[in-house]
């Protein structure tokens, strides 16, 4: 039996980040049909495509975690890319998705990710990897497929209910409490003191970077590798490969 621990970056509002999971999830489930014994572990770091303000301003005290300030998201992307070119991008990455099987769509509203990171850290420590998984995919789901706005209080509740991390009341007193928030900060911002300035991003077992959305095989051609050198017992220290691909 291998183990297989993947820390992987990412931001809840990078549409590259939710299909980087699903071909990392077809790579897995493709590597466990010749290897089912084999055991993969998953942890979400996060990371700022648009920094909260709190992080981008010294003036004045940090505001509270609510409300957050959310603008359309074609708007966004429109005074990001240009008009133009946002509507290419837009045409682009539904069909991609729609290779993934992902109902990609752009309308609703946009703001900081910083509360969203928050619900996933917190169910990292109080529901393990189950629970953060469905953290995520309830807030990319959400965000991409059913343009609902993530950065809101009712909707950071409801998908920590669907992940199990406790009563309605728990999840909106820890989420107004605003606890947490300096340490994904701080997480985050070490993601770029790092050099990751693009997400997805991928640690495969403290040896192999993978940068960006990448397709199936490149993930699991490095599983088979590591299972080579792992033969071979040479599996032992690390040394930086990187691969990159498409990404935010």
């Known amino acids: 039996m291998t183990n297989y621990n993947i820390i992987i970056t990412s931001d809840v509002v990078c549409p590259w980040c939710y299909i980087g999971h699903s071909r990392l999830s077809k790579a897995i489930a493709e590597h466990k049909k010749h290897y089912p014994d ?19 301003t010294t003036n004045g005290p940090v505001p509270p ?7 359309p998201r074609r708007e966004m992307y429109a ?3 240009g008009a133009e070119r946002a509507k290419q991008l837009e045409a682009m990455m539904t069909q991609v998705a729609a290779g993934e ?16 990171h928050r619900l996933v850290y917190w169910a990292q420590h109080h529901g393990g990897e189950e629970a953060q998984n469905k953290v995520m995919l309830g807030l990319w789901k959400r965000y991409f497929e059913q343009e609902v706005d993530i950065t809101t209080l009712d909707t950071l509740v409801e998908v920590g209910l669907e992940a199990g991390l406790g ?4 999840i909106k ?3 107004e409490s605003g606890k947490d928030g300096e340490e994904v900060d701080r997480i985050a911002e070490e993601a770029r003191l790092k050099g990751i300035s693009g997400v997805p991003h991928y640690e495969i077992n403290e040896r192999w970077e993978v940068s960006g959305a990448q397709e199936p095989s490149a993930f699991t051609r490095l599983f088979q590798r590591w299972k080579d050198l792992e033969a071979k017992g040479q599996v032992a220290g690390s040394g930086a490969n990187s691969t990159s691909g498409d990404g935010c």
Do not use: H, I, W
């Not at 975690?65 to 603008?71: A, E, G, I, L, T």
């Not at 009563?167 to 728990?170: G, H, L």
């Open 65 to 71: 975690p609510f409300p957050v300030q959310s603008r």
């Open 167 to 170: 009563s309605k009341e728990q």
């Open 101 to 116: 099987g992902l109902n990609f769509k752009f309308g609703g509203m946009t703001g900081p990710s910083r509360n969203g």
């Open 79 to 81: 005074a990001k890319f």
């Open 173 to 175: 007193e820890y989420l």
């Open 38 to 56: 084999d055991k993969f572990q998953m942890k979400y770091l996060p990371f700022y495509l648009n920094p909260p303000p709190q992080l981008t």
